[in-house]
């Protein structure tokens, strides 16, 4: 391949990338009305249903009221825009303003290194697997620091806000964000040690050949799920929320816009960790029961070819609505916990176990490696 | 051509960054001043081909440590420094003798390796070949490493068991 | 490996827009009638006494404190197991005496009661 193509091609590969973790990056309104309408159904309510249906006349009776509530997420974006935004005059008023972007574009930055389809060769070119990096080497060191920076926007926006109720709520929530970002960081080792490598495309590739990591490390894969609602301050870990008890959190301060960019954040978080957790135990973009490499090779027809990589950017979407529902219902089935219990949790139940899970796995692996488990099978099959 | 470009303008915000963190009077402002000297650092690692030095970089300086200096300045209150000048006496003139000495080592260093040294790059630094090149020559260092972390650790514990009893 | 820095870069200078856009929206849209009440602060109607920063719990610098030193522990993982296939017996056991190490310095802060929320 010549350089000139290579350049060509990383430049396509970046657009369709792009526009699809734009995509997802918009979708984040949708999470709210999913987040909506499912804890509606499951408190026996109907949940938002006036603002857009699809009307389907019947004869003699009323209407049917189709897809209600789909124009909701707009709804409220209209009504932000329309609201005043209040600055307190005790504020830091520089910072104030930075913490609500330092919030959001952290979270933005992590879709950088998803992969939504695996690589394809269309018109005798190879282009690789669809994200906006996909050769990064370090990818999930890159997750992991743009984790780390996650927690300026939380301290600053209640240290900006120069009232005692937001400090503390800024102090606790960093507090709670950096003792499970220990169990998370320990946790993503476990599929790196497996594939044998930092890219997340790699991850997948070997989640294909053996099987997904949810089924080989199933602590690992619960660890990660939770340690992540706690990252990023979902219920049962929402003490931000907690309004009667400790007068809500970082953001009391906050009004309008900015203070709704804290719940894009949030909503985005909830993608991003669906995202990583899906690509990390969950086989990412793989279909399951298919072995889409050999139908394509075997099938050799651009139309394949194509509509395969759009079933992987499908299957990737569905697994993360999927993990999206599972937030929701844990959110209307948990009651939430205490600081300490949340601490004890981080601290002595999840970093002890990342730990030592950590520890079997490489233990495991060698064994393998030394055939100990073959010769096993042997000795008791044969 | 455009490295060289791309080279100054880091250089410019790194600097500026770094004199804004010791003039700011406010220590929040000049920690996120040293947050964003660290992100620049981070990109110069990039630049050099070592993306995992420069991924450590910003998870534990700016990610770890900085949280820690930001909890140390509102645990001690410490908002308002008096900035640059410092308050106890000859600090400035310390300071000064210093960063002259500092900066003397760093040309005689760079004499030594005649100046080539910021353009030479690692060929091949993937996280994988820097853990073998770990455990082929720095096996020493990487156990007393653990160690060091590990008595951190205990003395965290002696140092703030005074702290939580008069709590 | 340069290129994929580079698309970062121009991700992350995009990516700016997306919070910024929605406020820049609402401060050319929303009303702007501030007074001395509605500017005041929000929590809890009455105005700050003394200073905003009071010491607070010893025990969230404590936490910080512990987080740092397994970050960098858990940071020096990390390409370890990326080339945990290929390493010898010898860098396994290393590894071990590293891990080992680090799950001292836990058992350590947890028996002296250094992870006890009082």
Redesign the interface.
């Known amino acids: 391949m010549n350089a000139e193509s290579a350049g060509q091609l ?1 430049w396509i590969t ?1 657009v369709v990338g ?1 526009i699809i973790t734009f995509a997802v ?1 918009t979708g984040f309104a949708y999470t709210t009305l999913l987040e909506r309408k499912v804890l509606a159904r499951l408190q026996h309510r109907v949940g938002p249903n006036r603002a857009g249906y699809v009307p389907i006349p019947r004869r003699g009776k009323k209407e049917r009221r189709l897809l209600g509530g789909f124009m909701q997420p707009a709804a409220d ?1 209209v009504k ?11 504020v830091d008023n520089v910072v104030y303003n930075l913490a ?2 330092l ?3 952290p979270v ?2 992590t879709l ?1 290194v998803i992969p939504w389809a695996s690589s394809v060769t269309l018109f005798g070119i190879d282009y690789p697997y669809l994200a ?6 370090v990818a ?3 997750v ?1 620091a743009i984790t ?1 920076i996650e927690v300026y926007g939380v301290v600053l926006a209640g240290w900006s806000s ?7 709520g800024g ?2 929530s ?2 709670q964000m ?2 499970y ?2 169990a998370l ?2 946790t ?2 476990v599929p ?2 497996i594939a ?3 890219n997340l495309n790699d991850i997948i590739v070997s989640q294909q050949e053996t099987a997904w990591f949810t089924i080989l490390q199933l602590p690992a894969s619960i660890v990660f799920f939770v340690a992540a609602l706690a990252e990023m301050q979902r219920a049962p870990f929402d003490l931000l929320e907690a309004e009667q008890e400790l ?2 959190g970082y953001n ?2 906050y ?4 203070f ?2 804290f719940f ?1 954040a949030e909503y985005m978080k909830m993608i991003v960790f669906s995202a990583l957790w899906v690509v990390l135990f969950l086989g990412g973009y793989d279909i399951p029961f298919i072995n889409e490499a050999a139908i394509v090779s075997s099938a050799d027809s651009t139309v394949v070819t194509i509509l395969i990589a759009a079933g992987q950017v499908l299957s990737i979407i569905l697994k993360i609505v999927f993990s999206l529902f599972l937030m929701i219902w844990i959110r209307a089935s948990w009651p939430r916990l205490r ?2 219990q949340l ?2 949790l981080g ?2 139940t999840l ?2 176990i990342s ?1 030592l899970n ?2 079997v796995t ?1 233990v495991m ?2 064994l393998a ?1 030394e055939g100990v488990f073959n010769s096993l099978i042997s000795a008791f099959g044969g | 051509m455009g490295n060289a470009i791309l080279f100054l303008i880091l250089a410019v915000i790194a600097i500026g960054a770094a004199i804004l963190m010791l003039v700011s009077k406010n220590a929040v402002h000049s920690a996120l001043y040293l947050i964003l000297n660290f992100a620049v650092i981070a990109v110069y690692y ?2 050099l ?1 070592a ?2 030095l420069a ?2 970089q910003i ?2 300086y700016a ?3 900085m ?2 200096f930001l ?2 300045i ?2 001690l ?1 410490a ?1 308002e420094s008096s900035g640059v000048l410092g308050t106890r006496r000859g600090q400035l003139t310390t300071a000064l003798l210093l960063g002259a000495v500092l900066i003397g080592s760093f040309v005689a260093a760079l004499g030594q390796i005649g100046g080539s040294a910021a353009s030479s790059s690692v060929a091949d630094t ?7 090149i ?2 082929e020559s720095y ?1 020493f260092p ?2 007393v ?3 060091l ?2 008595v ?3 003395g ?2 002696v140092m ?2 005074r ?2 009893k008069k ?1 | ?5 580079q ?2 870069g ?3 200078a995009i ?2 827009i ?3 856009a ?2 820049l ?3 050319l ?6 007074n ?1 009440i ?7 109607g009455i105005e ?1 006494v003394g ?42 056991g ?6 080992i ?6 058992a ?3 028996a ?1 009661g ?2 006890e ?2």
């Open positions: 990383a970046l792009g990056i974006a932000l825009f329309m609201k005043e935004d209040i600055t307190p005059i005790y609500p972007m919030t959001v574009m933005i930055l950088a906006i990096a996909p050769g990064l080497n999930l060191l890159f992991l780390s120069n009232s005692k109720y937001a400090v503390l102090i606790r960093t507090a950096i003792s970002e220990l960081g320990l993503l080792l790196v040690m044998g490598s930092l007068s809500s009391v301060e009004a309008g816009m900015r709704a960019m894009m600081y300490d601490m004890d601290w002595k970093l002890p730990l950590v520890i490489g692996i060698v490696e | 990039i630049l081909n993306p995992f991924m450590v998870t534990v990610g770890a440590i949280v820690l909890f140390v509102m645990l209150g908002e993937t996280p994988r070949n820097l853990a073998i770990l455990f096996v990487f156990e490493t653990g160690v972390l590990l951190a650790v205990v965290l514990y703030s068991s702290l939580v709590d | 490996m340069l290129a994929d820095w698309y970062i121009i991700f992350l990516s700016p997306f919070p910024a929605p406020v929206l609402q401060w849209l929303g009303p702007k009638k501030p001395s509605k500017n005041s602060a929000y929590e809890c700050t200073d905003t920063w009071i010491q607070f719990k010893v025990q969230y610098y404590i936490y910080a404190l512990i987080f740092v030193v397994f970050d960098v522990e858990a940071v020096f993982l990390f390409p370890i197991a990326a080339a945990y296939g290929q390493l010898s017996l010898f860098a396994i290393a590894t071990a005496l590293f891990i190490l680090l799950a001292d310095g836990l350590y802060a947890w002296k250094a992870l929320w009082i």
